[in-house]
């Protein structure tokens, strides 16, 4: 099954405790296509600038992803800069610079808009609706915003929400969204306005999951190789719905699976910079590095 | 087996977003004797001053506790006063009298000196070796600590640490104590000081373990009833130490179910003030909340 997935595409400058680099391939589309590319069929849905450099077009199709739903318009890519200190935990954003994205309507190519498994990655939540609305009979669509989104469009956020069947939030985001610090209330919170299941990203901490009587803790990879944690968050939802999609199967035990898979696609991309080490990244490493996952877990 | 455990008897005086207590029960080695008692045969060596009210003895009394190890001085019990904002993760201490703590040579009875498994909980690490210098064959020792020894005390901690099988420590503490921010890293170089096993209690994030070459990461429990976090980390070496003792069995895989054993004591303890959810829990309640955490791991 082919994944659809909508998002930013971005030029970063991106400053860690490892080094300074700039105008590095970025967003959250990108993070997340690429991830989902190692498991299954992948469509791009995004818009970059005149000035986005051809040779991550070429690496984009060197993964076989699907960039006929990229608009490139004139002016400038998305650019994003930031730091993070020596606790890595916490990204610090420098400036934002939404360029094209702000002239962005989304599109659906005919051949994609049957797509059955859908990743609304970060983004404006109003562009979000926009692509669901062109979309004939999604199976299953997951969601992720982030703080800005919270803070300036939440009725617009509100309206994505109910219409995915998983909500990807990391932890400041679901405890600022649903305004408690105590995270199983904020999950039951949000599974209230008719959310089916709540996916919760901490980093360093793993993941939960949380639906209607359910819930699945996932280990985090003890991450001794941390060098850039842009875009974790965005290859996790990229390995997890890409797992979906090539698995065909969206029963719990599979979404627990696709969990793991997910955790393990952010563990590789936070080892360098950008997309650098899912540039060398072999699936016989996924598969073991999964494995190791099942050893961490077991008692 | 009998376990042996050390540390502080406490009245705390506790303010947290569900109310304020003044001079309930409290003190690591409480805690973890009340937590291991439901598992094993429990004896407690510590110092409580001359107002340490009586219910509270036949309160360990009634747990079957041994507590011929504990000295009753002319003075006032250890006191410590502390609070916690609406995010409960972190303790703010208002004010700590050791009172008859600084009086404190603790004297292991003749009976106990054959203890095999052995808690130092939280205490000043000369106190600690003071009590394994006393001990004739410990066959497992586990050891807790907290950030002012690790300020004030580093050299007397150290030798503790080497002395002993199993650290326990918060991320807080392993980050202070390594110097580094990465979990993964500090527990590695905690290890190459010459400790065995590295615990390090996460609270509303779960455990882990690390060990030469093996990793395991435990799930906390999805805690919406949390009123009062103070004594977690003891309750959960104290099912821990309780839960090794009495399966008598310190292999990788019975440490694993033991830190599960853990983190189900200090998921109840937290539920209330004090001891107080200690007083009505049942054996059953434990079974089965540790089957729920096996679900919640499973993929």
Redesign the interface.
């Given at each position: 099954m082919t994944v659809l997935i909508v998002g930013s595409i971005g030029l970063d400058t991106i400053e860690t405790p490892f080094g300074k680099k700039k105008d590095i391939l970025g967003g959250s589309a990108i993070h997340a296509s690429i991830s989902a590319s190692f498991h299954a069929k992948t469509a791009m849905i995004g818009v970059a600038g005149s000035d986005f450099p051809k040779e991550h077009f070429d690496f984009l199709k060197s993964k076989n992803i699907d960039v006929s739903g990229i608009q490139i318009l004139p002016g400038e890519t998305f650019r994003w800069s930031g730091y993070y200190e020596?606790?890595?935990?916490q990204a610090h954003t420098k400036d934002t610079k939404l360029n094209v994205i702000s002239l962005f309507d989304p599109r659906v190519p005919d051949k994609l808009k049957d797509a059955e498994y859908v990743f609304l990655a970060n983004l404006d939540p109003k562009l979000q609706l926009k692509v669901l609305d062109q979309l004939t009979k999604p199976k299953l669509v997951a969601m992720d915003t982030m703080n800005f989104w919270i803070e300036t469009k939440r009725e617009a956020l509100e309206k994505v929400i109910k219409r995915a069947d998983i909500v990807l939030m990391n932890d400041g985001e679901v405890r600022q969204f649903m305004e408690t610090?105590?995270?199983?209330?904020a999950?039951?919170k949000l599974l209230k306005l008719g959310v089916k299941t709540v996916i919760i990203k901490?980093g360093?901490?793993?993941a939960?999951l949380?639906s209607d009587g359910v819930?699945?803790?996932?280990?985090?990879y003890?991450?001794?190789i941390?060098r850039d944690p842009t875009g974790a968050g965005d290859s996790f939802a990229g390995g997890f719905i890409g797992y979906l999609a090539k698995t065909g199967d969206i029963s719990q035990?599979n979404i627990?699976?696709a969990?793991?898979i997910g955790s393990t696609m952010a563990s590789f991309n936070v080892e360098d910079f950008s997309l650098d080490r899912m540039k060398s990244l072999r699936p016989e490493e996924i598969s073991a590095r999964v494995e190791e996952f099942?050893?961490?877990?077991?008692?």
């Open positions: 020596y606790d890595m935990n610090p105590n995270i199983p209330v999950a039951a901490k360093e901490h793993g939960l949380f819930h699945f803790s996932a280990p985090a003890p991450q001794d941390l035990a627990r699976r969990i793991i099942r050893r961490f877990t077991e008692f």
